[in-house]
């Protein structure tokens, strides 16, 4: 861990701008503290990716809580789409002072599974990196040369030892940034139903037909999901297990629709409530 962050350090120096990958479903929880105190003197723009799984209102809300109070570039896109992608990067480009006979160096950092490689494939117009589902995929820094004389450099995602709060740590699990095996699947289940009761009770209704009313609880949502889906174990007792994979697969495919899972509130929030204590 040490010698990422160290490494990272040293990278970070070398190059003339940062395009952050955050997670649009989890801008807060997805940003790493460790990454933020680098490169302050680095052109920076901060990418909500994902934003085709996340609430388009909240994903609006955000850019502004960025651009307006916390006076930082924002833009929020899809990272298969070519042309939001480069709208990005010539975005986060455009703020090096250079010469442009000079190549530009900019590097894609971020937390693990929140898309930077494929961000820089859709840059590249082909596959030059490694992708997929899980977090820790990419393993070691690699550079690629882009058009318009920019040098792109992929990390691999990094996190920080001890995850604080506990919804912290069950927002990332839930969004796919946790490996899998860190945390129990019925707690991780548990956190994103309650919050899927709270904010978007009319998107669990609109997937899982089969609810004839909205559930009281969390509990009573994954136990009628193991139901209607047949997660069975023997004599017929409910697998939680399955249960709560089947409906995280579902949040995280945007199967449940697009959903948010913090807003700029909640931050709002939290920081009034850690002033007054
Ligand atoms: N729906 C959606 N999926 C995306 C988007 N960007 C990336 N993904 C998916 O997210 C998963 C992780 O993507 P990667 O590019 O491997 O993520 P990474 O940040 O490089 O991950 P590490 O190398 O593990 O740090 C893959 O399954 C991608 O297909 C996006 O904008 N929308
Ligand atoms: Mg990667």
Not at 42 to 71: C, G, H, I, S
Not at 253 to 260: A, D, L, P, R, V
């Amino acid at each position: 861990m040490l010698e990422t962050k160290n490494q990272l350090k040293s990278s970070i120096s070398k190059v003339d701008a940062i395009l952050e990958i955050l997670d649009a479903r989890l801008p807060a929880a997805s940003a790493n503290p460790f990454v933020n105190k680098l490169g302050q003197d680095k052109a920076w723009l901060k990418v909500l990716n994902k934003a085709d799984l996340a609430d388009p209102a909240t994903t609006m809300d955000w850019l502004e809580y960025f651009r307006t109070d916390q006076n930082t570039s924002a833009t929020a896109i899809c990272g298969t789409q070519a042309g939001q992608a480069t709208k990005a990067l010539n975005e986060c480009v455009s703020q090096i002072r250079r010469n442009k006979a000079r190549k530009a160096k900019v590097m894609v950092v971020g937390i693990p599974n929140t898309g930077k490689s494929t961000i820089l494939n859709t840059l590249a117009g082909k596959k030059v990196a490694k992708t997929g589902n899980v977090p820790a995929v990419t393993r070691h820094q690699q550079r690629t040369s882009l058009k318009n004389n920019i040098d792109i450099y992929d990390t691999p995602g990094i996190l920080w030892p001890v995850i604080e709060p506990k919804e912290r740590a069950l927002t990332l699990a839930a969004s796919g940034a946790i490996s899998d095996t860190a945390i129990d699947y019925y707690e991780i289940a548990f956190f994103a139903g309650q919050l899927l009761l709270e904010r978007y009770p009319e998107k669990l209704l609109e997937r899982y037909t089969f609810l004839d009313r909205r559930p009281q609880d969390a509990s009573d949502l994954i136990d009628a999901i193991g139901k209607a889906r047949g997660c069975l174990k023997k004599g017929g007792v409910i697998n939680y297990q399955k249960a709560s994979e089947l409906m995280i697969r579902d949040l995280r495919s945007g199967k449940i629709g697009q959903i948010s899972f913090e807003t700029p509130k909640d931050i709002e929030s939290t920081n009034d409530t850690s002033q007054n204590n």
